[in-house]
């Protein structure tokens, strides 16, 4: 009796010790994706309830450390900027730039590649061997060049921030898509759908779409920190955004001046960015991993 | 000069049948283009289930694709797959789409991955009626219709499960519902049973036969297993290396055989009865339709071989009415088989 006790419970204590230590790995793992959150929050809700403009700082309270009460009598959390600027507004206020182009890339230049990708990789035959050639030439260029170049050659706008971003950023999305299609077609149900006549755009929005949907989710995940940190770039190189804008890298920019005195104004932003790319980043390799497995 | 009548009548009649004439499909090969399938010929007769059968690498399914135009990217076909008076290889697009589903379909091999996986069984049976105007709901009925139709039973209430839901050989019952779907005159079947368990094999061999003759259909069945060719096809092609070696009535065929690659056929299935499992089977490996021998591909296998069959190709000839074989020696074994038929049976 005893023994047969033992038999049955023997198993049961590593069980418990094994799902101990996914659970500790899964709130591990849940952690930057609740930090991505926290900032699509403020970036979306903190510009409604802080105030800050680009024009609005007051050369008294110029260069202040985290902490200190300005001539208002409010606190700047993270400091002011040479021009007296709140630090804190701006690192919100330049969350929800980040956000927005980065949403944006992400959609445009997801939604181009795709595009072209699917065709390319479905039809093959001319339209695979032009789609590839241009994804060639394109990556010969680093991605950053490019939209340096794009940014420079045309006044600084939001627009064209966007567009510098989204010409470099397509190509991932219509490499995977391109890989993925060509894989699709040769598959049974794609066979079948075309024997049983049915049209090229209906298989391809449902017999090929849908399995490229997760991989590409995974993939835009990437993408997006890119995008946010290819603007940041452009900014601190005073390409990108208009200076009545604000943005994480006209801030650090505005910083490396006041390196040694002040250096709350390029680091508390440069945290904040690296903060975020890195936890787009795990999140993106968690969703890799999960359609993956999938597969 | 036929008169109008005439016409019409005899394109009637012949477009019951499917007509395959010297259809030939290059392929780039290691060692340059190819004719992986070479002259092949042969009618998919109304009513009838025509079988196509060959070892692994004979061009069989690559035959069969061709005749909805289903070849690789990088493949030229030549020939005429002539359904009634109409070329279907030089058919458009639009034309090809319009005949796919329509007038042939195809039943794959494996069920478990001709299905979509992420849509539903109905959705995909009535894919092809949503393509040609019917509603959703429409779709939906008749698709429940024709899963009922192929046996699947309690269909009403499963047009909405997953492929994954059903059972291998439910799912090669929802396959041929969707071939059937766009009401076809003609199947073609590539090796429909061949990843189904033995005992569900019969039972759709079955269901194929019964919705052939309900629905008067042509069928062609691309196997490679004899036993199953012996119990369903009226006719039989038999191929080598790309090309036809034997051709007519399967019973004939199989009680007679006018080549020898179909005698040593016959001769290496496994008979459940006789004491030796593989009675004879057939030495050496099939011969690679990219580098095919000179003469008569099989020579290099075939116990009747001499000088001439390495040089010489044999020609495919009707040797008894309905009966065609690409052997030299054919009409010398049609002399003497009846009395070797006999040791056959």
Known sequence: MTTTMGLVQSPAPPMAVRTGRTRVRRVLGAIPIMIFGLYVVVGLLGPLFIDYSPVGGDLDDRLLSPGSVLSDGSTAVFGTDALGRDLFGQVIYGARTSLIIGTLVVLISGLVGILVGTAAGYRRGTTDLAASRVIDVLLAFPGILLAIVIAGVFDRSFAIVVVALSVTNWIGFARLSRSMAMTLRERDWVKSATVMGVRRRRIIARHILPFIAGPTLALATTEFAGAILAEASLSFLGLGLPSASVSWGQTIASGKEYLASAWWISAIPGIALALLVICVGFTGDRLTRYFSRKQ | ?345
């Open chain 2, 1 to 345: 000069m036929m008169s109008g009548s005439q016409r019409e009548e005899s394109r009637r009649v012949s477009a019951g049948t499917l007509r395959v004439r010297d259809l030939t499909i290059v392929l780039p090969g290691p060692r340059g283009m190819a004719d992986v399938v070479d002259g092949v010929s042969f009618d998919m007769v109304e009513g009838r289930t025509t079988g196509l059968i060959g070892e692994s690498g004979s061009g069989k399914s690559l035959t069969a694709m061709a005749l909805v135009g289903l070849i690789p990217d990088t493949g030229v076909v030549r020939g005429q797959v002539l359904l009634g008076d109409e070329d279907l290889l030089k058919a458009g697009r639009a034309r090809m789409r319009q005949v796919r589903g329509a007038e042939i379909s195809v039943v794959f091999q494996d069920p478990s991955t001709a299905l979509n996986p992420t849509m539903t069984i109905g959705d995909q049976v009535g894919e092809i009626l949503r393509e040609r105007g019917l509603s959703r709901s429409q779709a939906r009925e008749r698709a429940a219709d024709l899963l009922d139709h192929v046996g699947i039973p309690d269909a009403a209430a499963r047009v909405g499960a997953y492929p994954h839901e059903f059972s291998g050989g439910m799912r090669q019952r929802a396959m041929i519902a969707l071939a059937l779907a766009g009401q076809p005159r003609f199947i073609l079947a590539d090796e429909p049973t061949t990843a189904l368990d033995v005992t569900v094999q019969a039972r759709i061999l079955d269901l194929l036969g019964r919705l052939r003759d309900e629905d008067h259909l042509s069928m062609l069945l691309v196997s490679h297993d004899l036993r199953v060719m012996s119990h369903v096809a009226d006719d039989l092609v038999v191929m080598y290396a790309g090309r036809v070696c034997e051709r007519g009535g399967a019973k004939a065929v199989l009680n007679r055989p006018l080549h020898p690659y179909t005698d040593a056929l016959v001769r290496s299935v496994p008979s459940v009865h006789v004491e030796s499992a593989i009675a004879d089977p057939l030495p050496g490996s099939p011969a690679n339709p990219f580098d095919r021998p000179a003469g008569c591909p099989f020579h290099p296998r075939c116990p009747l071989a001499e000088d001439r069959c390495r040089t010489e190709v044999p020609a495919l000839r009707e040797i008894v009415p309905g009966r065609f074989s690409a052997c030299h020696f054919a009409e010398l074994a049609e002399r003497t088989s009846d009395s070797g038929a006999e040791e056959l049976r």
